[in-house]
């Protein structure tokens, strides 16, 4: 299944809940994260990065 932003930034929240941290922080984290990755990624580049980031979030 294709990842998108808004699964990245879910899972950012997800994780952040499970930890006991603060969820609003850690969406405003992951879509700062995207956004660096969009401007200096190719399309395909960032699609992979998606992923990674993705799994990263759901692995920790």
Same mark, same amino acid.
């Given at each position: 299944?294709?990842?998108?932003?808004?699964?990245?930034?879910?899972?950012?929240?997800?994780? #952040?809940?499970?930890?006991?941290e603060?969820?609003?922080?850690?969406?405003?984290? @992951? $879509? !700062?994260? &995207? #956004?660096?990755?969009?401007?200096?990624?190719?399309?395909?580049?960032?699609?992979? @990065? $998606? !992923?990674? &980031?993705y799994?990263?979030?759901?692995?920790?």
């Amino acid at each position: 299944m294709r990842k998108t932003e808004e699964s990245i930034i879910a899972a950012a929240r997800l994780r #952040a809940a499970y930890r006991g941290e603060n969820e609003a922080m850690a969406a405003a984290s @992951a $879509l !700062e994260n &995207l #956004a660096v990755l969009k401007k200096s990624l190719s399309e395909d580049q960032y699609e992979e @990065a $998606l !992923e990674k &980031l993705y799994l990263e979030y759901t692995a920790s």
